[in-house]
């Protein structure tokens, strides 16, 4: 099973640098446009890694290797699922959203008051803006964050990973799977712990792995215990003065 982790596209708050920041912002225009590259390029690019794998002398380097998404796994928050849209517009995949992929901190902000939260998009505006996703029933008539939580702390970040990257390995094991290709569309900081999870390395404040906007990194997982990590960070669809 191959596991694709993708960065959602420039949000408002990564334009902003943090300085008016919203607790769920949307994609910005650029953030669109990077998004629309992206989901263009899945559908046309050649998958070099499935070309590399083959003998010297196989007559089959010389066909274009698609990349072949079978599914899409995507985090509730505004910014991840406006990306998955550019996905799946382009790729007519199955398209899920997984709760448990959400930015650490969740949704909140920081007021005068002290740390407020918030509980998402409910499921009825889920539905109607995405009407092609397939919903858990965490995501309810009341939303999908639970606002007395307030901001997440970076252990609930890190368990949320450490769950996640166990989901993926049994999901491998499944000989059913064994020709997926999945896109899981999250976000840089819980994409950075996830690494760190599926690497087994401790979590640390000390290393971590660089994410751009819609910034792809990739796994082949060759049952529940073997993987190969492919790339990290790889921006090759996205024009230079795109890059953020």
Known sequence: MRVTLVRHGQSQNNANRERQRQHDPELTKLGHEQARILGEWFA???????????????????????????RIYVSPMRRALQT?????????VPTLVWTDIHESGGLYVHTPEGVRGFPG??????QHDFPKYTLPDTVTQHGWYDPSRGEED???????????????????????NRSEHVLLV????????????LLDNLPSEHTYHMMYNTGLTRFDFVDDRMMLVR???????????QVT
């Open 186 to 197: 999250s976000h840089g900081i819980f994409i950075n712990a996830l690494i760190h999870a």
């Open 231 to 241: 790339y990290v960070n790889r921006i090759m669809h996205l024009p230079p003065h």
């Open 154 to 176: 970076v252990f609930g970040c890190y368990a949320r990973a450490t769950r996640v990257a166990s989901s993926l390995r049994s999901q491998a094991g499944d000989a059913a």
């Open 84 to 92: 998955a849209k550019h996905l799946q517009d382009a790729l007519n």
């Open 44 to 70: 046309t690019a050649q998958d070099i890694e499935e070309i590399s794998d083959m003998d010297a002398h196989d007559p089959d380097r010389m066909t274009p290797a698609r990349a072949r998404i079978t």
């Open 121 to 126: 998009l409910t499921r009825e505006k889920m």
